[in-house]
């Protein structure tokens, strides 16, 4: 399995190309989200929750290529250590979901392009407890 996904660029944001790239425990999760997928596909299933959640992230997708600032930005303050520790990051972003999921993200540069790095995939429960709105 590839370590990150990226995706077709299809915008510029101040001459730089955009790029969306999906990795760590987001990827794994839309891996394993894809063939739970094929399987309903094979059964005939269609419009199915996890039909719905693939589509929605998607088109979230295609949102943050446009503009990679679309989230919500988490101030610093209340940047999980999950994610200064994996990722070092200095910005965190997150963008709702459908069926109250959250796409969780940073945006880093280079002289030449923006990348947005989509980390996690999670539901509102879990994104509760990873930014301790909730207990255990």
């Known amino acids: 399995m590839p370590s990150f996904t990226e995706f077709t660029v299809v915008a510029l944001l101040q001459n730089k190309a955009i790029h969306v790239y999906v990795v760590g425990d987001a990827n794994a999760f839309l891996f394993g989200l894809k063939q739970e997928i094929e399987q309903e596909l094979l059964q005939n299933k269609t419009g199915t929750f996890l039909q719905t959640l693939f589509q929605s992230i998607a088109t979230k997708k295609e949102e943050l ?26 910005n965190l972003w997150k963008c709702n979901l459908a069926l109250a999921w959250r796409a969780i993200y940073f945006i880093s540069g280079e002289e030449e392009r923006i990348v947005v790095s989509i980390v996690d995939l999670i539901d509102h429960r879990t994104y509760e407890k990873i930014f301790g709105y909730r207990k255990g």
Do not use: A, E, H, N
């Open 65 to 90: 290529k446009r503009d990679p600032f679309y989230g919500i930005q988490i101030p610093k303050k209340l940047i999980p250590k999950k994610y200064t520790d994996l990722y070092d990051v200095k």
